[in-house]
């Protein structure tokens, strides 16, 4: 049962600490007592926190909060006792004050009988001396985190009772793990365990499972703190199995709950690896260590998460690694054996760029360069190199790189690189001035069908006039237009539009499909000088049937904007008005209906 009193036994340690930083940074706000024992607050973390708690007396009977965590208490909620518990006291303090003091007839203050009998109670225990405490019973109700403070204030003050404690512990901890600790079972435990009941509203009710990850980073944060300290103590393999764990464990266990949630997987993996890369650079570690680290690596990194997710890179690790251990032939190696391993991985191109790096460094230009030429099907490496020979102004063979690139994209069907690559033409070809090369690139991203306007507008300032309307119509014919409305507008209706083309937009909104009605409502007013008659009776058409098949505020709501759309058409005020007077009488029982048609 948790209390007010008790919370802090309870409650994980390090949420319990991340709570109380938050209550003394005075993130909670607006605390209230809505009902006896109803609490609500606002706490201010990634994002402004809804805390509903409910308590009956000092007992916690349930908590909200809307925040990501599912564990069984968040860091919100445990602020947010805090708080109440402080104005609980706040309160209690002012009605003893009231209780225990009266000003007498000459204006002196003076103590009640009660709060004499207090302070004679803690005149009478400081009479005891340290001889007579119970040492274990004080500690029972002292809390943690006083305690906590006491030591780290006391070791600081205080030289042999910093010694003692550190021989004590120390040593205690390094016997322990030299036999009995198996950090990697222990990190794994970790994980296996760490599935709990996912709480609904309240957390007495229970919906599914999940993994419950503050507390398992919580435990890994303690982990990794004892690693860093087994460095400091050059207990080597007790750091290498937690930071290798760390990492191996995240991999296999991540998934996407941890992408909404405000806890970063990846700062934990990057705490692991820093770890490691100290450990190889530490003169103690042996080259047995440093092989058997980097061979543990290789298969982390074969865990398909720290690709499809990229939350750490483990290859730039083992890069590090291994040219800081092996001669730069044993590194080429390893890059080799991946690059075969994993030439089907989106990926892929990251560690090509490490080889050529690892070439250059070596200064080994022909073999980076021929590493380049091999890879240039991955459109990363060929890009790269496109923006290398732009910047040398090479610009013959950037166009030779940039049209064989449009042949693969084209027979591997990647319609998005082969528009990258037309883009890329097209910078070219304007900054050299070779207008026929703009306007044969332009007229190709067109007929792509993307950023359509864009080219359309670049290609009328460079088409001659008298040639225009031959060039627009034969490069729309090639353009399989879906004929789809959208809020967005339609590229075909919009050219029609800017060319004046009357009868190719009429024809176009007659045979529109879906969406004919918003397509009307967007483009028929273009039209009122020639064609108003013929739209009023799609508009109504259209309006019957959607009314008949539709019920609801917002459908009304819409008919009444097609209904004002409708009036900007020659006679469409009075074809409007008696459209609203029939609907007025087929559908006088919809009273939503009737309040939107009152403004007609």
């Known amino acids: 049962m948790i209390t007010l009193e008790n919370f802090e036994a309870i409650v994980p340690f390090k949420i319990l600490m991340r709570g109380q930083e938050y209550h003394e940074l005075g993130v909670v706000s607006s605390l209230e007592e809505t009902l006896p024992g109803e609490w609500t607050a606002t706490v201010d973390g990634t994002r402004s926190y809804t805390v509903e708690i409910s308590l009956e007396g000092d007992k916690v009977d349930s908590w909200y909060c809307d925040c990501p965590y599912d564990g069984g208490i968040c860091k919100h909620v445990v602020a947010t006792l805090f708080a109440i518990r402080d104005d609980r006291e706040k309160m209690s303090h002012s009605a003893f004050s009231k209780r225990s003091v009266y000003v007498e007839e000459d204006g002196d203050e003076e103590m009640n009988e009660e709060e004499s009998v207090d302070l004679e109670r803690i005149e009478h225990a400081a009479k005891y001396s340290p001889a007579d405490v119970d040492i274990q019973q004080c500690l029972s109700f002292i809390k943690p985190q006083e305690l906590l403070r006491f030591i780290c204030e006391y070791a600081s003050a205080n030289q042999e009772f910093k010694t003692a404690l550190l021989n004590r512990l120390v040593a205690k901890e390094l016997s322990k793990t030299s036999k009995d600790k198996d950090y990697r079972k222990e990190i794994q435990k970790i994980f296996e365990s760490s599935y709990q009941s996912k709480k609904s509203r309240y957390h007495n009710r229970y919906d599914d499972f999940d993994r419950d990850w503050e507390t398992v980073f919580s435990q890994l944060d303690t982990l990794l703190e004892k690693a860093d300290f087994f460095l400091k103590l050059e207990s080597l393999?007790?750091?290498?199995?937690?930071?290798?764990?760390?990492?191996?464990?995240?991999?296999?266990?991540?998934?996407?709950?941890?992408?909404?949630?405000?806890?970063?997987?990846?700062?934990?993996?990057?705490?692991?690896?820093?770890?490691?890369?100290?450990?190889?650079?530490?003169?103690?570690?042996?080259?047995?260590?440093?092989?058997?680290?980097?061979?543990?690596?290789c298969q982390i990194a074969r865990i398909s998460i720290y690709h499809d997710y990229?939350?750490?890179?483990?290859?730039?690790l083992m890069m590090q690694i291994n040219l800081s251990i092996q001669p730069a032939d044993k590194a080429l190696e390893?890059?080799?054996?991946?690059?075969?391993?994993?030439?089907?991985?989106?990926?892929?191109?990251?560690l090509v760029l490490r080889k050529v790096d690892l070439l250059l460094g070596q200064k080994e230009q022909e073999k980076a360069d021929d590493t380049i030429r091999q890879y240039l099907?991955?459109?990363?490496?060929?890009?790269?190199?496109?923006?290398?020979?732009?910047?040398?102004?090479?610009?013959?063979?950037?166009?030779?790189?940039?049209?064989?690139?449009?042949?693969?994209s084209k027979k591997e069907k990647y319609d998005g690189t082969t528009g990258k690559w037309l883009k890329l033409k097209l910078k070219i070809f304007e900054r050299t001035n070779r207008t026929s090369g703009v306007i044969d690139t332009c007229r190709l991203l067109f007929i792509s069908g993307r950023e359509q306007l864009e080219y359309y507008h670049k290609l009328k300032t460079l088409i001659p006039k008298e040639q225009w309307k031959v060039f627009l119509d034969g490069m729309m014919k090639e353009v399989p237009f879906n004929g789809y409305f959208s809020f967005d507008g339609n590229v075909e209706a919009e050219i029609y539009v800017e060319e004046k083309e009357n009868e190719r937009l009429f024809h176009l909104l007659s045979s529109a499909g879906f969406g004919q009605l918003e397509a009307l409502m967007q483009y028929a007013h273009h039209l009122k000088n020639s064609h108003s008659e013929q739209l009023i009776d799609m508009y109504i058409s259209l309006l019957v049937d959607y009314a008949e098949r539709n019920i609801g505020r917002k459908y009304y709501e819409h008919i009444a904007q097609a209904l004002l759309c409708m009036q900007k058409l020659n006679g469409g005020k009075a074809a409007v008005k008696q459209l609203v007077e029939e609907f007025r009488t087929i559908y006088k029982r919809r009273p939503a209906m009737m309040e939107e048609l009152r403004r007609f």
């Open 310 to 316: 990229d939350i750490y890179d483990v290859d730039d």
């Open 237 to 297: 393999d007790n750091t290498i199995a937690i930071a290798l764990q760390t990492l191996r464990s995240i991999g296999e266990n991540y998934d996407d709950e941890l992408l909404y949630d405000d806890i970063s997987a990846s700062d934990y993996c990057e705490q692991a690896g820093d770890l490691i890369l100290k450990v190889v650079q530490h003169p103690k570690t042996t080259q047995q260590q440093k092989t058997g680290i980097l061979q543990e690596l």
């Open 377 to 408: 099907y991955l459109s990363e490496i060929r890009e790269m190199e496109v923006e290398k020979l732009m910047e040398r102004e090479q610009y013959v063979e950037a166009i030779r790189l940039l049209d064989e690139g449009i042949v693969l």
């Open 334 to 350: 390893l890059i080799d054996k991946l690059l075969e391993e994993r030439k089907d991985s989106y990926d892929l191109y990251q």
